[in-house]
């Protein structure tokens, strides 16, 4: 058990839809990461918090992605109008100095979107 | 922008055999370098952090080693068990993110 815990694991949705995932940290842990992976592929950066400061966003976050930390505590990952190619398990993940700068990560949310 | 590639795609290898698993990353100016297992449909598990100032760690059977200079990393897995099956992924931190490579799928085989 990581200590990272996601909401919910799997999630079929419609084209179209909005869909919401959340993430619930290990409590000390002030940064928190937000990964997109594709079988067969490595986990890809979308955005990191520290406390509830969005510091940093990448470019594969597209104004669909909304991405929110309210109090630096859990934070939430929500698609707008979801397309297919947003099918992917999102991962998050933590780390802070009581972690010695190792991360953990959650189990993950399966999003289908069909 | 830092790329990360990881060499083999797949192994497969008898059970109890020694086996090395490749990273390289094209910007030395890395934070540190993680290795971590990923069982399918699961997250990542972090197995050993390699700090840039630091040559090797060890973890049980586990050791990996991190050449800064030339980009490379290298996981060796001694005595291998078919519970090591899983694949295994390298992670550099640069800035506030992790860039991973695609992963090595390792079969033990009984």
């Known amino acids: 058990d990581t200590g990272v815990s996601q909401d919910p694991r799997h999630k079929i949705t419609k084209r179209g839809q909005n869909v919401t995932f959340r993430c619930d940290p290990i409590?000390?842990?002030?940064?928190l990461y937000w990964y997109r992976q594709t079988l067969g592929q490595g986990p890809e950066f979308l955005t990191y918090?520290?406390?509830?400061?969005?510091?940093?966003k990448s470019r594969l976050l597209s104004d669909r992605f909304s991405a929110e930390r309210p109090k630096g505590s859990f934070s939430t990952l929500e698609i707008q109008r979801t397309e297919q190619g947003d099918s992917a398990m999102y991962l998050c993940?933590?780390?802070?100095?009581?972690?010695?700068?190792?991360?953990?990560f959650g189990e993950g949310s399966w999003l289908t979107v069909v | 922008k830092q790329e990360v590639t990881q060499i083999p795609a797949a192994l497969s290898v008898p059970e109890g055999e020694n086996l090395v698993l490749n990273c390289s990353f094209t910007?030395?100016?890395?934070?540190?370098l993680q290795w971590f297992r990923q069982d399918p449909g699961k997250g990542l598990t972090s197995l050993l952090l390699?700090?840039?100032?630091?040559r090797e760690q060890t973890s049980g059977r586990l050791n990996a080693s991190l050449d800064k200079s030339s980009g490379r990393s290298t996981l060796y897995i001694a005595a291998s068990q078919p519970g090591d099956s899983a694949t295994y992924l390298c992670?550099?931190?640069?800035?506030?993110?992790?860039?991973f490579g695609t992963g090595t799928s390792l079969t033990v085989i009984p």
């Open positions: 918090f520290q406390n509830e400061a969005q510091l940093e």
């Open positions: 993940a933590t780390d802070g100095q009581s972690s010695g700068n190792t991360i953990y």
């Open positions: 992670a550099v931190t640069g800035g506030n993110q992790f860039y």
């Open positions: 409590s000390e842990h002030n940064r």
């Open positions: 910007d030395s100016a890395i934070y540190n």
């Open positions: 390699i700090q840039s100032s630091q």
